[in-house]
């Protein structure tokens, strides 16, 4: 059998663990005598005023109020007031709420009260969603918070969804929580809440909590499939891509682009031309010039629609464009191969002698092979002839 009374403690356990610790409402009437309004409570996820009323009254005035005065009304004909998200003020900020019955002088003045420590809640808190899914909130330390404190976070996405602790915390140095890793994560149009609490040996530990419009703190991604198209018109080409990846809106008419175009040859700071902005997801760019090389990049943000104001991340920069002209280039590739060629010939020639270098060396000739008696013969005739001078002498006898 289940433990009954073990599945109850655990579960108030849990809602005691997500609830604004050491807080109060305090209420007071404007009468003298004792008010028809009573047990005044607040259900500070759904941002619930709810009160009972030992008289029926046809309408009830009900007034949220931060610290700085701004408030709104509203006029609610049953003893519940439920405010918008638009109207949704962090508990621990101060909040203030009345409770007015119309043309009567009967009115409730209550306060929602955060006890603790001064200076022992979290600082600097802040989250960022990345990746599609991918969030991570951080936080400071209280500056007077004991040295032994302990934060906890707890966040719920709507109102609609389970409370949950941070699964993934992130911690200092010194072991302590200063922050938490979510995967999973999908943007709903209610503002999550989150809260984090804190408990020390030493102190009450002041709570902070946050409501947050998620789409307002992604990083969008970049756009997609960005492509490069040329046209006839050697003067201009055509650029496309495709809209971020989100995790909650796929319309295509809910982003605006930011296109950069960068000369390659240029340096950046000689760069003169600003990024053009556009609504679609197509730019013709007109001052396209074949025989250079350009550096493309998009991004993208939210435009009239739930999704993040500030401009997302840069697309991988991509070069399109001939870059030199290549006729040009042909004939200097050309014209330094004859220039290697030719110079070496040229030294060559007026500083050196063939003939004195490599004589040439007479060969016997190879009588075998020779084709007939005819070539022989007439080889001999060639030959050059030595002149002979004959001298006769006479020599007569004497007597």
């Known amino acids: 059998m289940f433990d009954t009374h073990g599945i109850i403690c655990m579960i108030w356990w849990c809602m005691m663990l997500f609830h604004p610790s050491h807080a109060d409402i305090q209420c007071t ?38 610290k700085n005065k701004d408030n709104t009304t509203y006029q609610v004909t049953i003893s519940r007031c439920r405010f918008p998200v638009e109207r949704y003020i962090p508990l621990h900020k101060g909040v203030f709420f009345i409770i007015e019955v119309p043309n009567t002088n009967i009115s409730k003045n209550c306060t929602f009260i955060r006890r603790g420590m001064k200076g022992s809640a979290i600082e600097n808190f802040s989250c960022v969603i990345y990746n599609i899914s991918l969030m991570n909130c951080t936080w400071q330390a209280g500056r007077d918070a004991p040295g032994d404190t302990h934060y906890f976070l707890y966040w719920q996405n709507s109102i609609y969804d389970d409370a ?70 050697s003067s201009s080409c055509v650029i496309t891509w495709q809209t971020p990846l989100t995790s909650h809106l796929r319309k295509g008419d809910c982003f605006e682009y930011e296109i950069s175009i960068r000369n390659k040859d240029k340096p950046k700071e000689e760069e003169n031309d600003l990024p053009v902005r556009v609504r679609n997801n197509r730019y013709e760019f007109q001052n396209y010039n074949e025989k250079k090389k350009y550096i493309l990049k998009i991004r993208a943000r939210g435009k009239n629609c739930d999704i993040s104001p500030n401009w997302g991340e840069w697309s991988e920069p991509i070069e399109f464009g001939e870059g030199k002209d290549p006729f ?35 060969q016997p000739r190879d009588k075998f092979n020779a084709s007939n008696d005819e070539d022989i013969q007439t080889e001999y005739v060639k030959l050059p002839k030595k002149s002979c001078n004959e001298e006769i002498t006479i020599v007569e006898e004497m007597t």
């Open 29 to 66: 009437g404007s009468e003298a005598q004792e008010s028809p309004i009573t047990n005044v409570k607040m259900n500070w996820r759904k941002m619930e005023l709810s009160w009972e009323s030992s008289k029926n009254f046809s309408k009830y005035n009900c007034t949220i109020m931060d």
């Open 328 to 362: 040009v280039f042909l004939f200097l590739i050309a014209l330094g191969t004859i220039s290697v060629i030719l110079l070496p010939y040229f030294l060559f020639k007026r500083y050196c002698s063939f003939k004195s270098i490599f004589s040439p060396i007479p």
């Open 164 to 233: 949950m602790e941070c699964e993934l915390y992130i911690k200092d140095e010194n072991g302590r929580n200063t922050g938490c890793r979510f995967q999973n994560v999908k943007i709903a149009t209610e503002k999550a809440y989150f809260l984090v609490n804190g408990s020390s040996k030493d102190a009450l530990i002041q709570f902070y909590d946050e409501y947050i419009q998620l789409y307002k703190i992604e990083i969008l991604t970049p756009p997609l499939n960005v492509a490069v198209n040329y046209t006839r018109d």
